[in-house]
């Protein structure tokens, strides 16, 4: 079993600036797979970012891409997702999400891959 919790969520305006964190508990941070998702009032939930347990290889949403960066620190067991460049249409709950299942690399996107959840940090973005 695996906690998560993210912190780091707000209000920011436009063109800002933010880092969410997620910092896991439970079990060995290093073998699993980890992720951003985010979820707008009444749209499905969608990936944003990924990363592999390793800390190599990332995967981005074309809609982030070129503003938001996803890190991980494997020694303080936590996964970062750092927003730049903010729009309105980014403004959303954010997830974390961990999983250590095979296949990663053409699963990534799929939030049913994901076992473990965090509770979400809101971002709000203003015009």
């Known amino acids: 079993q695996v906690q998560l919790v993210e912190s780091g969520g707000g209000l920011v305006q436009a063109g800002g600036s933010l880092r969410l964190s997620c910092t896991a508990s439970?079990?060995?941070?290093?073998?699993?797979?980890m992720a951003w998702f985010r979820q707008a009032p009444g749209k499905e939930r969608e990936y944003v970012a990924a990363?592999?347990?390793?800390?190599?290889?990332?995967r981005y949403a074309d809609s982030v891409k070129g503003r938001f960066a996803i890190s991980r620190d494997n020694a303080k067991n936590t996964v970062f997702l750092q927003m730049n460049s903010l729009k309105p249409e980014d403004t959303a709950v954010y997830y974390c999400?961990?999983?250590?299942?095979?296949?990663?690399?053409?699963?990534?996107?799929?939030?049913?891959?994901?076992?473990?959840w965090g509770q979400g940090t809101q971002v709000t973005v203003s015009s």
């Open positions: 999400a961990a999983g250590e299942r095979p296949y990663f690399f053409l699963s990534w996107h799929r939030a049913g891959w994901y076992d473990y």
């Open positions: 439970g079990r060995t941070f290093n073998n699993y797979h």
């Open positions: 990363m592999n347990k390793d800390a190599i290889t990332t």
